[in-house]
């Protein structure tokens, strides 16, 4: 159910990936214009009016980080591409499409940010090759003013979390949290032991690049007030035409569903946010704006746009099995709660899932206000909204029986 599409999907109103164009050639012809502002700090301002969030996640202000790290000495940037969410296709297919318009934002953010090294995090694969392609060609042309380290990620589940992402990058050790600006120390290796990195997902710069070839009122007219602009979402599951889809923030959810078209069986539930997200029957989406403030009072978040679909033939506890079990095995070693917890979660979900359950309420007790541990809390967060979703089936397993066919 989880396994995905290649294809990209534009649609109307498409803007990142309509731009799709893998030589500098045909990049230039369809920006037409040099996005270089010469100068540390230019484009804040932009960025700001433009109300860019972050799409890797979290979605944080772009700007207010890229103010942060510009005050600082000599700062180092990260572009993301780790895409370690399995059920996430977006960051592959945007630099497979669109390698340069990735790569001029990052050039765009290292030049507001002032800073002296610069690395593209990527998963290995299609997208590191084309990436590499790319850069030789910008670098054969003189096109970019800062050289890029390639850095292929490890592939993990935390592989694009941000600690992670230091650590293969920049050799820097730190603890996970949830601060935007990282001073780690350089552990291991000689170097400037206090600088800033700016950690960014390669969507986020090609809207930053956009941005900066159209300015922020460009920028504004899709979206919503609080959050501008369009989004990658990749869709996967029970649906006629999964793939990546370019929406603007706010799409209603039935709206996005229509576009991926209906499979032989009509969506019951849709999994929002990846494998740390939210079960929820479809009804309760179809009028809902997918953005963070649309999904918000569901206890739901669109993450790094990941909408799965479950249709009423398949067993969405089986599905969250499966899901907690691929969690479990990704646990950090060093994380007491997670290894206590996980595997004991992952268990008796498979339990239920088998119908030999554990009464639910057992279930339900183990995942109840974590906090320990962000990848704990999100596979606690993914059980419990299945027990709500799937409430009836949770009745019938209980009873034995289990509603899909086979
Ligand atoms: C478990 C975990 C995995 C993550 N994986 C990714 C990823 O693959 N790519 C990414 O850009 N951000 C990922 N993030 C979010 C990053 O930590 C970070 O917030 C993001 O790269 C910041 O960029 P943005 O402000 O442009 O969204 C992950 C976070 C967590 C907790």
């Given amino acids: 159910m989880i396994a995905m599409g290649e294809r990209a999907v534009t649609t109307r109103g498409a803007r990142l990936l309509s731009v799709a164009a893998s030589d500098l050639d045909g990049h230039i012809a369809r920006v037409r214009a040099l996005p270089w502002r010469g100068g540390v700090g230019r484009l804040i301002g932009d960025v700001q009016a433009a109300g860019l969030t972050g799409r890797g996640g979290a979605g944080e202000p772009t700007w207010r980080k890229l103010a942060t790290v510009a005050t600082t000495e000599r700062p180092v940037v990260v572009a993301n591409a780790a895409e370690s969410e399995p059920a996430s296709a977006k960051d592959v297919t945007l630099l497979s499409r669109c390698p340069h318009l990735v790569l001029d934002g990052l050039q765009l953010a290292v030049e507001t940010v002032g800073a002296t ?3 593209l995090y990527v998963r290995p694969g299609p997208a590191a090759r084309i990436a590499r392609a790319a850069l030789a060609e910008r670098a054969a042309r003189r096109w970019d003013l800062f050289p890029v380290r390639v850095v292929e990620a490890e592939e ?7 600690a992670t992402v230091l650590a293969r990058t920049t050799g820097r050790r730190t603890r996970p949290t949830r601060s935007v600006l990282r001073r780690g120390r350089t552990m291991g290796r000689p170097g400037p032991p206090d600088r800033a990195t700016l950690v960014q997902n390669v969507e986020t710069l090609a809207h930053l690049a956009q941005i900066a070839y159209h300015g922020p009122a460009w920028f504004r007219r899709l979206g919503t007030a609080a959050e501008p602009g369009t989004f990658l979402m990749t869709v996967s599951g029970m649906v006629a035409r999964p793939g990546v889809y370019e929406v603007p923030v706010g799409i209603a959810g039935s709206a996005l569903l229509d576009l991926a078209g209906p499979a032989d069986d009509p969506v019951a539930a849709v999994l929002l946010g990846g494998f740390h997200g939210t079960w929820l029957p479809t009804a309760t989406i179809a009028g809902r704006p997918l953005s963070r403030a649309g999904l918000e009072p569901l206890g739901a978040r669109p993450g790094a746009g990941v ?6 033939a398949q067993c969405g506890l089986a599905e969250t099995a499966a899901i907690v079990h691929y969690l479990a095995a990704q646990r950090r ?5 997670c290894r206590a917890g996980l595997p004991e979660i992952a268990a008796r979900m498979t339990e239920l899932a088998h119908g030999r359950g554990p ?14 541990c962000r990848h704990l809390d999100g596979a606690a967060n993914l059980v419990r909204s299945a027990l709500d979703t799937f409430a009836t089936e949770v009745r019938r397993h209980h009873g034995g029986e289990c509603s899909c066919p086979g």
Avoid: Q
């Fill in 117 to 119: 090294a610069v690395y």
């Fill in 156 to 162: 993990s589940f935390a592989a694009g979390e941000e």
């Fill in 307 to 312: 909408l799965v679909a479950a249709s009423a």
């Fill in 333 to 337: 070693p060093h994380c007491g709660p």
């Fill in 359 to 372: 009464d639910s309420h057992r279930l339900a007790g183990l995942v109840a206000g974590h906090g320990a």
